[in-house]
């Protein structure tokens, strides 16, 4: 599998290289694209460029695709030896240490003057994913956010109503005593912090109306007492009322979130489309906004980009690429040939993304902009330099509390002292 890895990056640039060429023979500028993606975004991704291509028949686009695994490391490399592609996808993650390593190229003032751009009907929240503080450093790329999704047939067989727009956390917590069904080998819920990661984060934010951090990411505050709480609603979830596994003596699920051995499970928006389009439910499914908790009830969500690093050969033919990309005509492509969401209220490319859904496709473009993009029921989520390392500490305080039984206050002024002492060397070393 090693080899097979490090070889897939010729052999897709190659063949890419070689399908675009055919269509942009008469180029007369030559630029790089770096991303990630699998053998099978191949054709995809040809497509896109040839859409490309033909508007701007004097560049030639040479795509250069690599695992996602590699993918970070081998941007990091090549933007330090000063040979980097000349446009890049940025992950949210890595945004924020990429530009405090000065290694991206500041695109305000191509933005503020693109009337390609200006003129994109961009959700409100969708530019500020492009942005590092207050300033742009790519275009918005792949933007999605995480709901609930919900087995119809279990709400109905169970005899109560699905979670409607104002359910609240009090609201889930009383379902769940109800969809816990042992004889059926269907758990009520699928525990969406015990990973940590940005799931638990989200669930702090409107838990607490804080982070793991404060504003400035200078102290830790994971001990705090509404953090506590929010884990224990989780923890008796668990271990009191059964509603999810990891207690003593658990009965086996019938099967995955997918297969119906849970009644609800938080997700990103995508699988929607992702999960109906290769048959992998096997129940009737429904979607909800996330439960009002004590200060929100907003959605995690995040948005790459694409990126022009320092040191790009051609700046100017990239961002024309970036600019494209980010228009109605590259969402459009990128909607038709790569499955990617639209960052815009365009109806007529949410319904042909979604048309694969069939009776449902209505349903859920009404949902995402009536009830989550359009109302802005969404955080973009913030990521911070020490932000892995935090999560870090994090995932193991949850796993001690979800699968050893951990107390929850002990375990969480420990990852606290933790996380202190992380940040407090971070900025004696700054």
């Known amino acids: 599998m090693g080899c097979f890895r490090q070889r897939i990056v010729p052999l897709l640039t190659v063949l890419l290289i070689f399908s675009v060429s055919m269509v942009s023979h008469a180029a007369t500028t030559t630029i790089t694209l770096a991303t990630y993606a699998s053998a099978a975004a191949v054709a995809g991704w040809d497509k896109v460029l040839a859409d490309f291509m ?101 709400f109905a067989k169970s005899g109560i109503l699905p979670p409607q727009t104002d359910w609240t956390v009090d609201d889930m917590r009383e379902m769940a005593r109800k969809l816990v069904d042992p004889v059926a080998g269907v758990y009520a819920v699928r525990n969406p912090v015990a990973g940590a990661s940005t799931e638990l984060l989200q669930w702090t934010m409107n838990w607490t109306g804080h982070g793991w951090l404060n504003e400035d990411y200078t102290k830790a505050m994971v001990d705090s007492p509404d953090v506590i709480a929010m884990i224990e609603y989780w923890a008796d979830m668990q271990y009191n009322m059964h509603a999810m596994p990891g207690w003593p003596g658990a009965y086996p699920a019938k099967g995955t979130h997918l297969t119906g051995g849970y009644a609800m499970w938080q997700g990103w928006l995508s699988y929607a489309r992702t999960y109906t389009a290769n048959n992998q439910f096997s129940y009737d499914w429904g979607v909800a906004l996330m439960p009002k908790a004590p200060k929100g009830r907003l959605s995690l969500a995040q948005g790459h980009m694409f990126s022009i690093p320092h040191g790009a050969n051609r700046p100017e033919e990239a961002w024309r690429l970036a600019e494209w990309l980010g228009s109605y005509a590259g969402q459009r492509s990128l909607a038709l040939n790569l499955d990617r969401q639209p960052l815009g209220p365009y109806t007529d490319l949410w319904s042909e993304l979604y048309q694969v859904l069939g009776p449902k496709a209505r349903y859920i473009e009404n949902f995402v902009n009536t009830a989550l993009y359009g109302p802005n029921m969404v955080n973009t989520m913030s990521y911070w330099i020490t932000y892995p390392e935090v999560n870090s500490i994090m995932a193991a305080a949850m796993r001690s509390i979800f699968t050893s039984q951990a107390p929850v206050a002990n375990t969480l002024i420990s990852a606290n002292q933790q996380i202190q002492a992380l940040v407090n060397q971070y900025l004696d070393n700054r």
């Open 54 to 154: 033909r508007e701007n028949p004097d560049i030639e686009v040479e795509l250069q695709l690599f695992p996602q695994n590699e993918y970070p490391t081998k941007m990091m490399t090549l933007m330090a030896a000063g040979s980097p592609p000349d446009l890049i996808l940025t992950w949210a993650q890595y945004k924020p240490s990429w530009v405090e390593l000065n290694l991206l190229t500041d695109l305000t003032e191509r933005w503020e003057n693109s009337a390609v751009l200006q003129s994109t009907r961009f959700y409100p929240f969708i530019p500020e994913s492009a942005k590092s503080n207050g300033r742009y450093y790519g275009v918005p790329h792949d933007y999605n956010a995480q709901i609930w999704f919900t087995n119809l047939d279990h």
